[in-house]
């Protein structure tokens, strides 16, 4: 088969050109422009938008787009120039339901005209550039209408008189203002801004200064806040009701500047009312209202955090300088923990917890609690306080409540070491002497301890328990091994205390009776019998006993006392009258010590099972002491206690802080040691620097001291100066 040719098809011209009427196009804008007049008119009922959209298809396709688009232009602003003359002729209240019956009607005829044009506005305003129809008619009422200045001004002045008769409590046409604030967002953002917002913000700038002015004057601080907080309230809501969302940042931010900013230094310290006031007062609700309200302006919380803190320190420096409160150690710390619980309270419940105010908090705490050179002994008084006697009967979780308020006020202190060696010679005291409420209660807080600052710092406390529990078991060992030889004689209990755990104590001579030092011998050669290398030496001073006395008339009872007291006790067994001298040289008890003995013996009501003469309070050298076998009690156990104050005397103190001093140089010289074992070399200000940030949980070091224990490690060789530089020092390995 050969193959077919194939057929080359060529388009020709159209031969015979439409002839268009040269009146075409006039003629059927006069119906398109009849169409728009009864649209406005209200009569479309009867027109055909088939028809009329095809005549406005054809003038656009026979390229009469531009005289339909001008004769849209030229109709619409006839119109509308009717129309803005008849909401200008529209009186008083009419005028915004005219203006808004007629914003709605322009609307509606918009929406036909767009329909009836929607071919042009696909393709002829586009190609041309020019603005749609929807868009245009929005711009003609704009400018023909709104912007006519007989309307506009007016238009202004009732929107804003119907805000200020609102504010003012009259009830106004949330509906018809939503409406006619609507009209100017969608006119534009510009619109509505410049036509309204503006000088809504600005009349409402004006209302709330005048406003503030009048309510400074004539309410009290808390009050002043509430009608500001209904002020606010009730814009937020105006802005909901019939306002641009966008508005409710800027009036807000109106009300704030002129209600609170302008005025906050004056709220804050007003008298009898300000922050203060509230804060003394427990005015919870008003300073959750003046917080809200202060946090929304520029430094509103600055300024009540720093006034908070200035009355925080404040009350702490005079609760420190107080001498009632200072006499009473437990009272004064019971006190410092209220004190915190109300800020934390505070804090908590009106300052959302807010983070920099706990802090501000915790900084006050610091400063004032460290003012006082007591803080840390006057802690450990109340901590000994709660567990001897203040935590009996207590449930667990309230224990350990308080031990969590201990810590909190422990971290507090920059001298934790002052704190550890009073807690220490407290902690003795209560195992010693049994006094303790609960062997769990004291762990946990020793858990708490070395959970806050290591291992090194508790370890001697943790070795106290661990001397207490084996001196249990050397007991039962003992009295396994001697129960037949004591037999009717006194019965011992001893601690034996590791020395380096416990506080060191100054060895104290007394002459024990003969009847204990058999039983105390038998117990020295039992240890020592069991233990190798170990070396006794009795602690007097620490001891108690249980001693059965008989009184006048056969009267029995068990006193309780301390080891001093036995001494003296039972020197009236062959005496019933003795002198302070003979005593003294008797029993060789220091003095100190004896006078307190004697007076708890012989100047205690309830307790006095000696009689004094002369009779006085304090002890003198020239007093004489009797046997008192008149003594009653409507108890059979009578515990004589010691008479002693809770607090060190200033000598004491003085001397706690010489240990204290003491202790810490190894401390010093160990951190110096070990930066400039990983430095090399390091100047004195960085080595003063980098020990202070080493020591800080412990204690804050002397920057002096810090520079004598250079000076001793440079004289042991542990360091050298450079000889180039006298400030830089190098490690000599």
């Given at each position: 088969m050969s193959a077919q040719k194939k057929k080359a098809f060529q388009i020709e011209e159209f031969k015979h050109r439409v002839v268009v009427d040269p009146k075409y196009a006039e003629k059927t804008w006069k119906i398109l422009e009849h169409a728009i007049h009864e649209i406005y008119n209200h009569n479309a009922s009867g027109l055909s938008f088939e028809e009329l959209y095809r005549n406005a298809y054809n003038m656009v396709l026979h390229k009469f787009g531009e005289k339909l688009y001008s004769g849209l232009v030229t109709t619409m602003t006839s119109h509308l120039k009717e129309i803005s003359n008849s909401i200008e002729a529209a009186q008083g209240g009419l005028f915004l339901d005219e203006l808004n019956r007629k914003w709605a009607e322009h609307n509606k005829a918009l929406q036909m005209i767009r329909d009836i044009l929607m071919y042009m506005d696909r393709t002829f305003i586009p190609n041309t550039h020019k603005t749609p129809v929807h868009e245009l008619g929005l711009?003609?009422?704009?400018?023909?209408?709104?912007?006519?200045?007989?309307?506009?001004?007016?238009?202004?002045?009732?929107?804003?008189?119907?805000?200020?008769?609102?504010?003012?409590?009259?009830?106004?046409?949330?509906?018809?203002?939503?409406?006619?604030?609507?009209?100017?967002?969608?006119?534009?953002?510009?619109?509505?801004?410049?036509?309204?917002?503006?000088?809504?913000?600005?009349?409402?700038?004006?209302?709330?200064?005048?406003?503030?002015?009048?309510?400074?004057?004539?309410?009290?601080?808390?009050?002043?806040?509430?009608?500001?907080?209904?002020?606010?309230?009730?814009?937020?809501?105006?802005?909901?009701?019939?306002?641009?969302?966008?508005?409710?940042?800027k009036i807000t931010n109106v009300v704030e500047t002129e209600m609170i900013e302008s005025h906050m230094h004056r709220l804050v310290q007003m008298e009898n009312s300000g922050l203060i006031n509230m804060i003394v007062d427990e005015k919870f609700e008003d300073l959750g209202r003046m917080y809200c309200l202060f946090r929304q302006v520029s430094n509103g919380l600055v300024l009540i955090r720093d006034v908070m803190t200035s009355f925080i320190r404040d009350t702490g420096k005079q609760l420190l300088t107080d001498p009632e409160r200072l006499k009473d150690p437990v009272d004064f710390v019971q006190h410092l923990l209220d004190l915190k619980d109300k800020y934390d309270k505070i804090i908590t419940s009106a300052f959302r917890n807010d983070k920099t105010f706990q802090n501000a908090l915790n900084s006050s705490f610091e400063y004032f609690i460290n003012l006082n050179s007591r803080s840390p002994e006057f802690i450990s008084l109340f901590v000994d306080d709660k567990l001897r006697k203040g935590l009996r009967g207590v449930t667990e979780e309230d224990v350990e409540l308080v031990l969590d308020k201990v810590m909190m006020l422990f971290r507090y202190l920059q001298e934790k070491d002052v704190f550890?060696?009073?807690?220490?010679?407290?902690?003795?005291?209560?195992?010693?002497?049994?006094?303790?409420?609960?062997?769990?209660?004291?762990?946990?807080?020793?858990?708490?301890?070395?959970?806050?600052?290591?291992?090194?710092?508790?370890?001697?406390?943790?070795?106290?328990?661990?001397?207490?529990?084996?001196?249990?078991?050397?007991?039962?060992?003992?009295?396994?091994?001697?129960?037949?030889?004591?037999?009717?004689?006194?019965?011992?209990?001893?601690?034996?205390?590791?020395?380096?755990?416990?506080?060191?104590?100054?060895?104290?001579?007394?002459?024990?009776?003969?009847?204990?030092l058999g039983i105390c011998e038998k117990f020295r050669n039992y240890y020592l019998g069991t233990h190798t290398g170990r070396r006794l030496s009795w602690q007097t001073n620490m001891g108690t006993a249980d001693l059965k006395a008989t009184f006048g008339k056969g009267q029995k009872h068990e006193l309780n006392v301390s080891t001093y007291q036995m001494c003296v006790l039972m020197l009236f067994n062959d005496a019933d009258r003795l002198s302070y001298k003979e005593i003294e040289q008797v029993t060789e008890i220091p003095t100190s010590d004896l006078k307190r003995c004697l007076q708890s013996l012989a100047c205690v009501k309830g307790k006095n099972v000696l009689r004094k003469e002369p009779m006085s309070k304090d002890i003198a050298d020239t007093d004489t002491f009797l046997f008192n076998d008149k003594y009653t009690s409507k108890f059979f156990k009578v515990k004589i206690g010691t008479v002693a104050a809770q607090r060190e005397s200033e000598p004491e103190n003085q001397e706690t802080r010489q240990r204290v001093e003491e202790d810490r140089k190894p401390q010093i010289e160990a951190a110096i040691v070990r930066i400039m074992k990983a430095r090399r070399v390091l100047d004195h200000n960085n080595i003063v620097a980098e020990v202070t940030k080493q020591l800080q949980s412990r204690f804050l070091p002397n920057p002096v001291v810090i520079k004598k224990r250079i000076e001793s490690l440079i004289e042991r060789e542990f360091l050298e100066r450079d000889k180039g530089d006298r400030k830089l020092y190098r490690y000599l390995a």
């Open positions: 711009n003609l009422w704009r400018d023909v209408v709104i912007h006519f200045h007989a309307i506009q001004s007016r238009l202004q002045a009732i929107l804003l008189e119907n805000v200020r008769r609102e504010r003012s409590g009259e009830v106004i046409d949330r509906g018809l203002m939503r409406s006619i604030t609507k009209m100017l967002m969608d006119l534009g953002p510009s619109v509505y801004q410049d036509d309204f917002e503006k000088h809504f913000l600005e009349v409402s700038a004006d209302f709330y200064r005048l406003e503030s002015q009048e309510f400074i004057e004539s309410c009290d601080c808390g009050e002043y806040l509430k009608k500001a907080e209904r002020r606010l309230n009730e814009e937020i809501e105006r802005v909901s009701h019939y306002l641009d969302t966008r508005s409710e940042v550890e060696k009073y807690y220490k010679q407290h902690l003795a005291k209560r195992l010693l002497s049994g006094k303790s409420v609960s062997d769990d209660a004291e762990r946990s807080l020793i858990v708490k301890l070395k959970t806050e600052c290591g291992y090194q710092f508790t370890s001697k406390l943790e070795g106290m328990f661990t001397d207490m529990k084996t001196s249990q078991d050397t007991m039962q060992g003992f009295h396994a091994s001697h129960g037949s030889d004591i037999g009717d004689g006194p019965m011992l209990s001893v601690q034996v205390l590791t020395t380096g755990s416990w506080p060191t104590q100054p060895i104290t001579t007394c002459n024990l009776p003969a009847e204990i």
